[in-house]
């Protein structure tokens, strides 16, 4: 099966997905509960798992799948297979209170390297699409990345772990970013901020996500001009593709100077004089 057929195939799942997304914020009618203590899952997000995962398994039958809710294994990820990599909704804590960053996020890697992406957004009307090597799009058109020049005039994105001791650490990181950068957003859905780091409508992202959060956007991203990586090496044995921590993504010219700033920013170090 060709790639594009899988996009093609991706991009109808992800777009009933939404259909029905939209279709229960309208209605209004879900519960919400609290996994691992803090974070926030609706029953939502277990249909739309289970209704990717129907459809997955109906026009690709038995292979391999990583999803939030329904098969989080991330062991599975250090498969050298094909993989789906799926999160049914992005930004949950969005959906929830009626904010529009909500995304389905859908991408397909074989032997730990993405080979295509699709991120619908129900609420904003977008769906992002990539096929490695092949450019990215934005409702079919395609997209690029900013020209930014320097952190002086990004707009970066990132955001915070539901583990609210985990985020004091970060704000070294914030701090860092406000100081120097034209400013920061906090939209709450990885998917879409890598998304519209392709578009250039946000200059930098940075954050350490699971992979369902990241793997089609990342594509996305990087097919559009993105320069992508992580501010620290990857653990051995895990492919950097699917590994989410310290995710740095943004247009090229940047990457090297928003990097050095946040290293600089883990070890305290902070140019007063700026």
């Known amino acids: 099966m060709t790639l594009q057929t899988r996009l093609e195939r991706a991009i109808n799942i992800a777009e009933e997905a939404g259909r029905r997304i939209r279709k229960a914020r309208e209605e209004c009618q879900f519960d919400s509960r609290y996994k691992d203590g803090n974070e926030l899952v609706t029953d939502v997000d277990v ?55 909500v995304a389905v996020s859908i991408a397909w890697s074989e032997n730990g390297r993405v080979q295509i992406g699709v991120v619908h957004s129900p609420f904003l009307n977008e769906t992002f699409t990539a096929i490695r090597d092949k450019g990215a799009w934005c409702n079919g058109k395609a997209i690029s990345t900013s020209d930014c020049q320097s952190t002086d005039a990004a707009l970066i994105a990132t955001g915070f772990p539901y583990d609210k001791d985990a985020r004091f650490p970060l704000l070294r990181r914030l701090r860092a970013i406000l100081s120097t950068c034209r400013d920061i957003r906090r939209n709450g859905a990885a998917a879409l901020d890598l998304c519209h780091v392709a578009n250039g409508t946000l200059d930098g992202y940075y954050e350490s996500v699971s992979p369902w959060d990241f793997a089609a956007g990342m594509l996305i991203a990087r097919e559009a001009g993105a320069r992508t990586g992580h501010l620290y090496p990857c653990p051995e044995g895990i492919p950097e593709e699917l590994y989410g921590e310290n995710l740095l993504v943004t247009a090229p010219e940047i990457y090297s100077e928003l990097k050095r700033l946040l290293e600089r920013a883990d070890r305290n170090i902070f140019d007063d004089e700026r």
């Open 47 to 101: 249909e739309i798992d289970t209704f990717i995962s129907t459809e997955l398994e109906t026009h690709f039958p038995g292979e391999q799948r990583l999803s939030e809710e329904l098969t989080p294994d991330r062991d599975a990820i250090l498969e050298d297979d094909t993989l789906w990599i799926v999160d049914p909704i992005d930004g949950t804590v969005n959906f929830a209170h009626g904010h529009p960053h």
